[in-house]
């Protein structure tokens, strides 16, 4: 039985892990700190807000007072820590508030369980939940292992690699027990039309440029969001304290041959002529400090825990797809407003 603190359970991941952890385990306590930032949304857990070990705390995991409050009141005998700034783009021109949010956030929160727990740690898990960007930017050749050395490039991720540090740090200093899973690329539903996925789906639908970064070349290796949070269920129940683990699909794609495979599904299933989608791409100025290729080496997983991706890229990209033509409402809703504001910035006046 655990009584946990998901932080981040209204964001993309976030809402999945949640989901995930409310239905499947009816006895568990599940409370879900979120912020609320542009990226998190309650509609994302709208079909399991009711269910009665689940409950909602809008709050900041930069606020110690908060922390302190709810672990006093729920005892959690565990954290599940997915709250961050994701994007990396977004990282190029505010890098401070990941610093703030990742960096003291992951360390005001892991402060206030080492308070709690009080190093009575029997039974209580601390789970990071991190990404591969953290170990940097491959050549053609090789993945990343468990023991690849850390080497983030942009401020994303050198944030997250900051705050998987620190978690270490508390595993060695205050024998505090942690488990980290770093994982590649994710997609599916509920995915922030900012990501390069769901971005070119919306943009697809509306008849819009799809902006490559460069020449489309970089390499990203997908996985679909449901295999994230089963992998991160295994891990929470049977992987070893202090250890880290890697998680992956093997299923690497060049931008542009994934746009291209985007356009061709979406073709067949807006009823558009083959190819016409296709004519949508638009190269555009590449990302400051592009990293050229992700790709996760997750054998560990595999061999220590039995874990296996259960889907593939192309299933799992047309069960996206179908996802948001089903759900326009939600599409419309994230991005009106401030969406728009972020998007002539990023893309409009680039
Ligand atoms: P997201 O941006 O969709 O969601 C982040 C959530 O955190 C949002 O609900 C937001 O409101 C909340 N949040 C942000 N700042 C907060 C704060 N200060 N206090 C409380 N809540 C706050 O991100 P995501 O894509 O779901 O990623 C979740 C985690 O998984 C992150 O730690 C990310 O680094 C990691 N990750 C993501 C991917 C990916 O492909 N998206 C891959 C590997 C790992
Ligand atoms: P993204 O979804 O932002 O994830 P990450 O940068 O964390 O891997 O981007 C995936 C890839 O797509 C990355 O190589 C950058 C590229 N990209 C574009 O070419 N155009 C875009 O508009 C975006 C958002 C990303």
Not at 202 to 231: C, F, M, Q, S, T
Not at 283 to 299: E, F, M, P, Q, T
Not at 315 to 331: F, P
Request: contains cysteine; charged residues 20%.
């Amino acid at each position: 039985m655990h009584t946990i603190l998901i932080t981040g359970g209204a964001g993309f991941i976030g809402s999945h892990l949640t989901r995930l952890f409310v239905t499947k385990y009816p006895g568990y306590k599940i409370v879900n700190l979120d912020a609320l930032t542009y990226a998190g949304n309650l509609e994302n857990l709208k079909d399991i807000e009711n269910n009665a070990n689940y409950s909602f705390v809008k709050g900041d995991i930069t606020d110690t007072a908060l922390l302190k409050e709810l672990f006093d009141m729920h005892q959690f005998t565990a954290v599940l820590h997915c709250a961050a700034e994701s994007h990396v783009d977004r990282s190029i021109t505010d890098p401070l508030a990941f610093v703030t949010t990742n960096v003291v956030g992951t360390a005001t929160l892991l402060l206030a369980a080492k308070q709690h727990w009080h190093g009575n740690y029997e039974g209580k898990i601390f789970y990071h939940i991190s990404t591969d960007e953290v170990y940097g930017s491959l050549g053609a050749e090789g993945f990343f292992t468990e023991e690849t050395a850390y080497d983030p490039r942009s401020p994303y991720s050198a944030s997250k690699a900051s705050s998987d540090h620190l978690v270490r740090a508390f595993y060695h200093t205050y024998h505090m027990p942690v488990k980290i899973s770093n994982c590649s690329n994710n997609y599916g539903p509920y995915h922030f039309p900012e990501k390069l996925i769901p971005l070119c789906i919306h943009n697809i639908i509306n008849n819009k440029p799809l902006p490559i970064y460069g020449k489309g070349e970089n390499i990203r290796d997908w996985l679909y969001v449901e295999d994230h949070v089963g992998a991160i269920d295994v891990i929470f129940h049977k992987g070893r304290i202090g250890e880290t683990y890697n998680i992956g699909g093997h299923n690497e794609w060049t931008n542009i041959a994934l746009v291209k495979e985007l356009c061709r599904q979406m073709d067949t299933k807006l009823g558009r002529p083959a190819g016409d989608s296709e004519k949508l791409i638009t190269y555009v100025k590449d990302r400051a400090g592009h990293d050229l290729r992700y790709a996760i080496d997750a054998s560990k997983l595999k061999d220590e825990l039995g874990w296996l991706p259960s889907l593939q890229f192309e299933e799992g990209i047309s069960k996206t797809i179908d996802w948001y033509l089903t759900n326009s409402d939600w599409l419309n809703a994230v991005t009106s407003g401030n969406y728009q504001h972020y998007y002539e910035g990023q893309y409009v006046k680039r």
